[in-house]
């Protein structure tokens, strides 16, 4: 029997719990089928070797993909994008020694691009800068932290302002602070600075200094930053176990929410423990995934949405997500508020990402083998029309054909000495294209859902 928690508001304010059955879904897989190393292998692009989710269950939005960054595992590692079925649709493997996370949509002047950070990482934080692509997967900027620090892995946003702000870790002495920094994307100026340690006490951690060693004591550890609906920010701080409100001009702390100092009450439910990804919302709620690990304070992680009452200074639990395998998260995670009232929750160290509906059930799952896990999962649409020409290879009378990032080719048409030859509809990564026998090249189009030809390659 899955199980899942939902918790709704109950009259006078309280918090019902409801676990309930959803029998069927198909998310009760043995670790033995888990732990297979699944990976896909491709006859147009051997040199890609993505891994392969378990997806079960309908996606309430089946034009957005899943934009993931597999560390560990089976198959490569890098920027992965996958269907709703689990198809790859873009894979961009990371070369070696360099890490790549936090890969979504973003909007820059008015238009998406593709962002993520890349660099080194060690002892719990990186080092590295920030990348933007656009439709054609050419890199349209680079963001680099100002003051000689380095951006960090754990946040990078946009503004509609044309800025971009982010994480930094800067060491003073034995202790590892956080740093906020936003700067211009297009002239690199560095428009905020705010360090840890002017705001926040080293006593207010849950971490201890001898738990780091010579590496520092990183007693805060920032892990995501938001803009606020009045446009200041949001600091999540997962060694403390706390949320900040920084007002975005001066870095004063406006009010904390959780850990040793909170200036909300927290209500049934709404305490949080080593979270990740705190987000605010239109109508005034925050998301926020509660990892409860590492070291482990509870017994499964959570993907929050809690209410804030600021005349009362009281937070209440709107919702709570579980995942149906009692998921525990030790590091990681996030939780994407989708445009119908359900939810995108990745679930870090915990090899899955889970959709779930307004109703509290979950609606999809892509539930990845052992140790393929991701710092963040979202879902987003995306047009992708990459520069180069598409794949394909002959093997017998059978031709194979892919085009790595390109989310617009419908059809495959397969063509020699000006006559068609054969025409099959795109089926995932690679579509197998039966061309029979016969002597002198062929030409192999991408066609578009009207019928277009968006590329061709001869074979």
Same mark, same amino acid.
């Given at each position: 029997?899955?199980?899942?928690?939902?918790?709704?508001?109950?009259?006078?304010g309280?918090?019902?719990?409801?676990?309930?059955g959803?029998?069927?879904f198909?998310?009760?897989?043995?670790?033995?089928?888990?732990d297979?190393?699944?990976?896909?292998r491709?006859?147009?692009?051997?040199?890609?070797?993505?891994?392969?989710?378990?997806?079960?269950?309908?996606?309430?939005?089946p034009?957005?993909?899943?934009?993931?960054?597999?560390?560990?595992?089976?198959?490569q590692?890098?920027?992965?994008?996958?269907?709703?079925?689990?198809?790859?649709?873009?894979l961009d493997?990371s070369?070696?020694g360099l890490?790549?996370?936090?890969?979504?949509?973003q909007q820059?002047?008015?238009r998406?691009?593709?962002?993520?950070?890349?660099?080194?990482?060690?002892?719990?934080?990186?080092?590295?800068?920030?990348?933007?692509?656009?439709?054609h997967?050419?890199?349209?900027?680079r963001v680099?932290a100002?003051?000689?620090?380095?951006?960090d892995?754990?946040?990078?946003?946009?503004?509609?302002?044309?800025?971009?702000?982010f994480?930094?870790?800067?060491?003073?002495?034995?202790v590892?602070?956080?740093?906020?920094q936003e700067?211009d994307?297009?002239?690199?100026?560095?428009?905020?600075d705010?360090?840890?340690l002017?705001?926040v006490p080293?006593?207010?951690?849950?971490?201890t200094?001898a738990?780091?060693?010579?590496?520092?004591f990183?007693?805060l550890?920032a892990?995501?930053?938001?803009?606020d609906e009045?446009?200041?920010?949001?600091?999540?701080a997962?060694?403390?176990?706390?949320?900040?409100?920084?007002?975005r001009?001066?870095?004063e702390?406006?009010?904390?929410?959780?850990?040793k100092?909170?200036?909300f009450?927290?209500?049934?439910?709404?305490r949080?423990?080593?979270?990740?990804?705190?987000?605010?919302?239109?109508?005034? %709620? @925050?998301?926020?995934?509660? +990892? =409860? &690990?590492?070291?482990p304070? #509870?017994? !499964?992680?959570?993907?929050l949405?809690? /209410?804030?009452?600021?005349?009362?200074?009281?937070?209440s639990?709107?919702?709570a997500w579980?995942?149906?395998?009692?998921l525990?998260?030790?590091?990681?995670g996030?939780v994407?508020?989708?445009?119908?009232?359900?939810?995108?929750?990745?679930?870090?160290t915990?090899?899955?990402?889970s959709?779930?509906?307004?109703?509290g059930?979950v609606?999809?799952?892509?539930?990845?083998p052992?140790?393929a896990?991701?710092?963040?999962a979202?879902?987003?649409?995306w047009?992708?029309?990459?520069?180069?020409?598409?794949?394909?290879?002959r093997?017998?009378? %059978? @031709?194979?054909?892919?085009w +790595? =990032? &390109?989310?617009?080719?419908? #059809?495959w !048409?397969?063509?020699?000495?000006?006559? /068609?030859?054969?025409?099959r509809?795109?089926?995932?990564?690679?579509t197998?294209?039966?061309?029979?026998?016969g002597?002198?090249?062929l030409?192999?189009?991408?066609?578009?859902?009207?019928?277009?030809?968006?590329a061709?390659?001869?074979?």
């Open positions: 029997m899955n199980r899942r928690e939902f918790l709704t508001r109950a009259g006078g309280a918090v019902a719990v409801l676990s309930l959803g029998a069927g198909g998310l009760n897989r043995g670790a033995a089928a888990l297979e190393p699944r990976v896909r491709f006859r147009s692009r051997p040199d890609l070797k993505p891994p392969s989710p378990w997806v079960t269950g309908t996606s309430a939005a034009g957005e993909y899943l934009f993931t960054t597999p560390m560990g595992g089976p198959g590692t890098g920027l992965l994008l996958l269907d709703t079925h689990g198809e790859p649709v873009w493997p070369p070696k890490a790549r996370l936090d890969f979504r949509v820059y002047r008015g998406p691009v593709l962002t993520w950070w890349e660099g080194t990482v060690g002892k719990g934080y990186g080092q590295g800068s920030y990348v933007l692509l656009d439709e997967y050419r890199e349209v900027a680099r100002g003051a000689g620090q380095k951006g892995l754990h946040e990078f946003q946009l503004t509609p302002e044309g800025t971009a702000i994480a930094a870790y800067a060491k003073v002495g034995d590892v602070e956080g740093v906020v700067v994307v297009a002239s690199g100026e560095l428009l905020l705010w360090h840890s002017d705001h080293v006593e207010d951690s849950y971490r200094a738990s780091f060693g010579k590496a520092g990183d007693y550890h892990n995501s930053i938001d803009v009045d446009g200041d920010l949001l600091l999540s997962r060694h403390t176990w706390a949320v900040y409100k920084l007002d001009r001066s870095g702390i406006r009010w904390t929410l959780g850990g100092r909170s200036d009450e927290l209500g049934p439910g709404a949080f423990a080593w979270q990740h990804d705190v987000r605010a919302h239109p109508d005034g %709620t @925050l998301t926020i995934f509660d +990892n =409860g &690990a590492e070291p304070v #509870e017994p !499964r992680s959570r993907a949405r809690l /209410e804030l009452d600021h005349a009362r200074m009281k937070a639990t709107v919702a579980t995942h149906p395998r009692n525990l998260a030790h590091a990681m996030n994407q508020a989708l445009a119908d009232g359900g939810a995108l929750v990745g679930w870090g915990a090899p899955a990402a959709e779930f509906g307004p109703d059930f609606r999809w799952d892509a539930s990845f052992k140790g896990m991701s710092y963040r979202y879902r987003f649409p047009t992708g029309l990459p520069q180069g020409k598409p794949d394909a290879v093997d017998g009378n %059978t @031709l194979y054909a892919s +790595n =990032g &390109a989310t617009q080719v419908a #059809e !048409r397969v063509s020699r000495a000006g006559r /068609e030859v054969a025409r509809p795109r089926l995932g990564f690679e197998a294209v039966p061309v029979g026998a002597p002198g090249a030409q192999v189009d991408a066609l578009a859902a009207d019928g277009s030809t968006l061709s390659v001869s074979v």
